[in-house]
């Protein structure tokens, strides 16, 4: 079993920053992928942002140039760098992961329980 842990959220002023943070912790498992969604109340979990083992990232569209996704392997944590916020970036923030375990290729799809970020106008 892998444990996702995030922190980071706050509340922040419009054009401010976050950066978010989510650990995966357990044991001998590999990261496939992790990334970012988001729900905003009332609306459906959206995707924000992927980054791969080998490194690619991709974003949606809503947060492109504005949001950026790394890792830290060593750590086995993603980060979310938000800049220029909005308030329509306002919404629970998840993370996720793609897992496989060692002598396995069945991938697992773990969730984080969310950080709240608020963007006041």
């Known amino acids: 079993q892998v444990r996702l842990v995030e922190s980071g959220g706050d509340l922040v002023q419009a054009g401010g920053s976050l950066r978010l943070s989510c650990t995966a912790s357990g044991s001998s498992f590999s990261i496939n992928a992790m990334g970012w969604y988001r729900q905003a109340p009332g609306n459906q979990r959206e995707w924000v942002a992927t980054i791969t083992s080998g490194g690619i990232t991709n974003y949606a569209d809503s947060v492109k140039g504005r949001f950026t996704i790394s890792t830290d392997s060593a750590k086995n944590t993603v980060r979310l760098q938000m800049n220029s916020l909005k308030p329509e970036d306002t919404a629970v923030y998840y993370c996720?992961?793609?897992?496989?375990?060692?002598?396995?290729?069945?991938?697992?799809?773990?969730w984080g329980q969310g950080t709240q970020v608020t963007v006041s106008s």
């Open positions: 996720n992961a793609r897992i496989t375990y060692a002598r396995s290729s069945t991938e697992y799809i773990y």
